[in-house]
């Protein structure tokens, strides 16, 4: 009798919720990121442009890795990527004839989508 209350004490001890495995959740969340990208006067999708997402990994006994994804936008001023890690992640956007944009967004959804505006060049004579 005393071995079958010590098993079914630890089976419910196993089953309960652990703070532990809720912070390795937390830390393995990823999110699917859209990005669309349109021009500042129009609104015109600005199509072949490269965006550049970054962000830090962490490692144990190292400096943190920098990882970047170069993606590129379809004719529409659209990418996506998938599996990038809730957390800040620095998104750049580079295309010839517009001013480059960059700045840093908190990833806390499983899908969000960004929506950036490029402004137009200053003209310098």
């Known amino acids: 009798m005393l071995l079958f209350v010590l098993a079914i004490g630890t089976s419910l001890a196993q089953s309960s919720t652990d ?3 809720k912070a390795d959740d937390a830390k393995d969340a ?4 859209q990005i669309v990208v349109t ?9 072949n442009a ?4 970054r962000y830090d ?3 144990f006994l190292r400096h943190d890795q920098e990882i970047e994804l170069d993606l590129k936008t379809d004719l529409k001023g659209i990418t996506r990527v998938k ?7 620095m998104i750049q956007v ?5 001013k480059p944009f960059g700045q840093y967004y908190v990833l806390d959804k499983d899908k969000m989508t960004i929506n950036i505006t490029m402004q137009q060049p200053y003209h310098w004579y």
Do not use: I
Request: aromatic fraction near 6%; hydrophobic fraction near 30%; glycine fraction near 8%.
């Open 39 to 47: 021009g500042a006067p129009k609104g015109v999708p600005v199509d």
């Open 19 to 21: 703070p532990s495995k």
């Open 30 to 33: 990823v999110t699917e990121l």
């Open 83 to 89: 599996n990038v890690p809730q957390k800040k992640v």
């Open 57 to 59: 990994e962490p490692r």
């Open 94 to 98: 580079v295309k010839n004839g517009w």
């Open 50 to 53: 490269s965006v550049y997402v």
